[in-house]
């Protein structure tokens, strides 16, 4: 007899927005974003010009057409356009940060072990190379309160701390990080921070100049929904003399009326497609446009729908939530129900998730943290609660 099949659920009205695949339950926006039709269609049009006068689009009207996607970011994120460069992604950024520190040796890096494991494995790097020493900070994990994070993280500084790296939303864990006020407990122990902000632009209001880390560095390919390759790069003005990208090229001699050194050295790395940079502009504004009350009730809503979809996670598969609802954002992670048998199974992706995509149509990543499995859940605007109700049924089933 075969086993009863599931109905797939219907989406919310903004999925004909999006180009994901036809009966693809879409929620791990977190992992990659997913970029808008009418933003990809913008795209082509700018790759389409691009082609038809390379010299024309990439070296005559490059600055015109980049200043003004800078511009609105600079809005967007609290921030004086100057201050700002364009990067690929925040991993880029982090590169950009550590590889220019002057390590000695002895010195420390600090973060936590919620960081994510391209960026810690810059620390490691650099720390190699100059003798000096990777420390991690123990944040719980259920986590119960915010403060815990501020005292996990202060317990690890010392007089050797040279730079903390701070999520501001973790990736695995979901959680968004008290980053204001570990910035200034940081800073009255004579403390640098290097944000590593990869979710926080979109999902949660920002404003650099209040905040003012040393650095920060956030994706806007996810909750922006820019497209691919599309992030940025922010540091304050007394941190910005020294700093080069990950690929140095013309800007360190050849200033641009207008724009800071900073940008000089960031702005061009060689011969590449830069339309998703120029695409960030018009995505704060299309998604900005989505609801009546524009960004900040975008923000909110999601929010929102990530609450409720863990609350009917946690209720159908009878687990406890691992945080408080104020520490969320527009993700949340759940643990697995306890017949879910350990898995210790070579490969990139668990398997388990791989059916889960396979049988059911549903792409959610698998975790696992502290010894336990977990999965965790996105809500995008174009996600509807009966995708987690499903989501439920087809974990039960699986």
Not at 116 to 124: E, I
Not at 187 to 205: K, N, S, W, Y
Not at 305 to 331: F, H, Q, T, W, Y
């Amino acid at each position: 007899m075969k086993p009863p099949q599931l109905a797939r659920p219907a989406p919310s009205r903004f999925r004909r927005l999006w180009a994901l695949a036809p009966g693809t339950v879409f929620l791990n926006h977190g992992s990659f974003g997913a970029c808008p039709r009418p933003i990809l269609k913008f795209q082509a049009e700018l790759r389409a010009q691009m082609e038809a006068e390379p010299v024309q689009f990439l070296w005559r009207r490059y600055e015109e057409r980049l200043e003004p996607a800078r511009a609105e970011l600079a809005r967007f994120v609290g921030a004086q356009a100057r201050d700002l460069a364009f990067v690929t992604n925040a991993t880029t950024g982090v590169n950009a940060v550590v590889r220019s520190l002057k390590l000695r040796r002895g010195d420390e890096l600090l973060t936590t072990n919620r960081d994510y494991n391209a960026c810690r494995n810059v620390l490691v790097e650099a720390a190699r190379r100059a003798g000096a020493k990777v420390v991690v900070a123990r944040v719980p994990f259920p986590l119960r309160h915010a403060e815990d994070v501020l005292e996990a993280v202060l317990r690890a500084v010392t007089k050797r701390t040279r730079l903390a790296m701070i999520d501001h939303v973790t990736s695995d864990t979901g959680l968004v990080l008290p980053i204001a006020r570990v910035i200034r407990a940081l800073e009255t122990r004579g403390v640098e921070t290097l944000v590593d902000g990869a979710h926080a632009p979109g999902m949660v209001p920002l404003d650099l100049r209040k905040l003012r880390p040393a650095y920060y560095t956030g994706n806007l390919h996810k909750w922006v929904c820019a497209p691919k390759g599309a992030a940025f790069l922010w540091a304050r003005e007394d941190r910005q003399d020294g700093l080069q990208p990950a690929v140095i090229s013309h800007g360190n001699n050849r200033p641009r009326r207008g724009c800071s050194a900073f940008q000089d050295r960031f702005d061009w790395g060689g011969t590449f497609d830069p339309t998703a940079w120029l695409c960030v502009g018009e995505a704060i504004r299309w998604m900005g446009r989505l609801l009546p009350g524009g960004w900040p009730e975008l923000r909110a809503r999601n929010h929102a729908l990530a609450v409720r979809a863990r609350r009917i996670l946690c209720d159908r598969l009878k687990v406890e939530p691992p945080c408080p609802d104020n520490l969320l954002g527009s993700l949340a992670t759940v643990p697995l129900p306890g017949q879910y048998p350990d898995s210790r199974e070579p490969g990139k992706i668990d398997a388990q998730q791989l059916r889960l995509h396979d049988k059911f149509g549903i792409e959610v990543p698998f975790v696992r943290i502290e010894q336990r499995r977990w999965f965790r859940v996105s809500a995008q605007i174009y996600n509807s609660p009966a995708e987690y109700e499903y989501l439920a049924d087809a974990l039960r089933m699986l």
